[in-house]
Structure formats: C-alpha cells, structure tokens
C-alpha cells in the first residue's frame, strides 16, 4: 500500500508500526458550532482510511480529539450567556448526532482535552525541564529555535518565517514564531491550576499530549485538513520530538480543502453550509459519494449541482442492489461467467494507491454496468450468483465507502403502502431487540407470517418476502 506522506513528501510503501495494527490520530473539531461539511469531508474522508483499512485486515486504534477549551468557545459562551462548559457539551452532543447521521464509524477514543490537563502540564513541565520552553509571567512558551528539525513538515525555514511577512509583535516572546503552551488565566475564562499558577493549555500542546497518552510516542498516522500543516502540525512535532527525542508520527495524511466558489469553506468566510442541514435534503450515501469522487488530498468545489449528479449517479448503484436483492429469492437459473476477482483486484489496486477513492467508486460503477449486462443477457440466474455480487457490494459500497445502504432500499423498492407499513413494523422489531424486548420482536415476525410476510435476517438488516 502506498502512502503520500506530507512529511517526506512523497508516496511510500506503508509499513505498520505492529503488523497488522495501526495507530491514528486525527485532529477533530473544536466544539464551539455545528460542524460544516467542509469538517465533514475530514470526518468522513478518515472514515473511508480507516474502514480501507478493516477492509485489508488490519485492527485499527482510532482517536480523534475534541478540543473543548479554546477562544471561540469562551468567545460564545459569553454571547450566549451560558457557561463554556455547557456550550462545549452541547457542540460534543451535536457533533456526535451529525457523524452518526453521516454514517461515520465512531473513533475507538475521543479524548477531550480539559480531561487531559494532568498529562497537559507534565509534558510542559518536561519541556521547560529540558529547555524548550520558557514561563514569562505565567505564560509558557515554546522556543522554536531550540528545535533544530523545527519546518521539517511544512517545509518552512525559521529565517524566512522571521524576515517574512507580518507576525504578530509579542514582547514577551523571545522570537515571534514561539508560541503559547500555557496561557495565563484571564478573568471569566475558564483556568486549571499548574506550576506557573492559573491557566489554560495552548491548542497544539493538547494533541502532543493526548496522542502520546492514548497512542504511544510514536504513531503510525496522524491526519488532519491542510489547514493544519503549520502550525499545528509543525508545532506538534515540535513539542512530541523534543520531549521523547523519537519520532512522532510516521506519515502524516492531509486532506485537501472543501471549497465554495474556489475558496475555503469556513466559520470566519461565512461561506459554509452545517451538515445538519445539508443532510436534511441529501442522504449520508449521496454526501459520501459526493467527497468520494475526488481523492482525498485534492481540493473539492462544493455545490448544489455537484450533489445533484450525484444522487442521480448513486441511483444506479441502489437500483442495481434492488435487483440484488430481488435475485436472492431466485429458486435457480444459470450461473454466468463473471470475474469477481479482477474486480476485487482492481478496487484494491485503486485504494492501495494513497485510498484512491475516485477509482474505487468507478470500479463499482464498472462493476453495477457489468452486472445490469449479466442481468439483461439472461432469463434466469442462480441465487448464488446474487450473493456474489451483493457480498461485492457489501464490502466496497457499503463497508468501505457508506454510499449503500441495503436496509434503507427495501423501502424505496416498495413504495406502496403496504409495504411502508411492513417497514414500519420491522423498525418497531429492530427497536424491540434493541431493548431487549425479545417476546414482542419475536411476536412481530411471527404475526407477520401468520398474514404472508416473511422476514429475512442479515448482516446488513432485514429484508422481507411474501410467501
Ligand atoms: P476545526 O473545528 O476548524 O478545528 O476543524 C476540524 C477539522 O476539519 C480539522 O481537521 C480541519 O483541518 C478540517 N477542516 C476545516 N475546514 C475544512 C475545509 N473547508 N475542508 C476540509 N477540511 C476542513
Ligand atoms: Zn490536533
């Protein structure tokens, strides 16, 4: 499998840490708002490298941070008039309802970094220990020139940072490129105790420490949109490297931006549309195909238009899993040659190549045209033929990418009343089973035979037939 890692800049073969396991961090939101759909394509770009890799067989840790003390929280708290605390809560709520209606697989962890602040500060105090940082007055800074590999990541050089451009002027910084592990508390904000009294953490030193905590030293991946190349990124390996003098991450994945009009989508733009929003009108499936089409490091113009075609496009995935469906209840038939195989190859050779998703989504159309012809050529196919091709679907559409969802197509196959009402009572069967209710999810599928419908269990959800 290869990988551009935005370290070396190149593609490399990837090598695990561990066989067969893998370490990932990536950089999550900061809980102030609803989440838009240019943090969506992060969230869900992830999603799809971490299931690629459930795909290949490895067992992945997974966390994603979630930064819950920061200036734009404090900032909204105070229009708001409740307590940081309680709009952090808030946000983490709604961050976890928006992910799980985009389908994205939860993270093994999702730390938080004011439940860090113990191993926070230990990593600062080893910092100063160790001379990379400096306290001035309650504020603890990061010494970027006592790093000799500091730039290594986004390719910037400390002088030309220096003489470039405006930086800020801080006079109680030795270098204007340093910056704020401990911030000194302010009046109304929230603040912890540490050795250089009250205050909060910076934001890079969260990830540095919370990774190290829950990951190791050193990780396998660690990803996060462009945006945070430098200086986040840069400023992690930083404060990583010099505690532990060991390599921090070993590829670093970027992902390129969600763009309205050929600009960034963001917060402070104003050009941003929330996810919960988007998902009132397009499906989980459409909004996945939609960033799918592109590769992950490349920029992205979002539009209406864009999300159009692409519920049109996905239609011909779903009809052909209707048909799927419709196939396993065959009796018997033919069995046609089909090379499942050199599909399966080619969708590997795709996603191995730096998760080439754009390929992997056209070899399931190629696979959806190959099937429909199959379908036309021949009067009678054997069920096992349908199983093939839904296992196919099974593990790329679905396990890989979360663009098809075979639950939600006996529904739209129906369409009648009659069967919007079986749906109906599955859903009542599959709430039942959730409580635990077994009587009553057993006397719904045993009531429904009684009146000709039969349900079918699977991996996938259940399906009915009438008998
Ligand atoms: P934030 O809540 O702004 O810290 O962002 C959460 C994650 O979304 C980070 O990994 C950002 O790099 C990423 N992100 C923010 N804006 C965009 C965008 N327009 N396109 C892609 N990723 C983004
Ligand atoms: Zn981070």
Known sequence: ??????????????KSIEPSKITMYVCGPTVYDYFHIGNARTFIMTDVIRRYFGYKGYDVTYAMNLTDVDDK?????????????????????????????LKVKKANIYPKATKHMGDIIKLIKDLEDKGFAYNVDGNVFYNVKKFEGYGKLSGKNVDDLLSGARIEINNEKDNPLDFALWKKAKDGEPSWDSPWGKGRPGWH?????MSMKHLG????????GNDLVFPHHENEIAQSEACTSKQFVNYWMHFGFLNIKDEKMSKSLGNFFTARDILKQYSAEVIRLFLCQTHYAGPLNFSEEGLKSTENGLKKITLLAEEV???LDNSEGVKPEFDFDSLYASFETAMDDDFNSSRGVAVIFDFVKAVNKVIAENENISPEFFEKAKLFLEK??????????????SISSGGSLENELVELFIKMRTDAKTEKNWALADKIRDELKEIGIELKDSKTGTTFKKI
């Open 325 to 327: 469906l419709k196939g």
């Open 217 to 224: 030293e050193t990780i396998d991946i660690h990803a996060g």
């Open 73 to 101: 929280i404090i900032k909204k708290s105070n229009e708001e008039g409740i307590t940081p605390d309680d709009v952090a809560d808030k946000f983490i709520d709604a961050f976890f309802e928006d992910i799980e209606k």
């Open 205 to 209: 030193i969260e990830c540095s420490a």
């Open 396 to 409: 790329t559409a679905v396990g890989v990418f979360g663009i098809l969802d075979f639950n939600s197509i």
């Open 1 to 14: 499998m290869q990988i551009y890692n935005t370290l070396t800049k190149r593609k490399e073969e990837f």
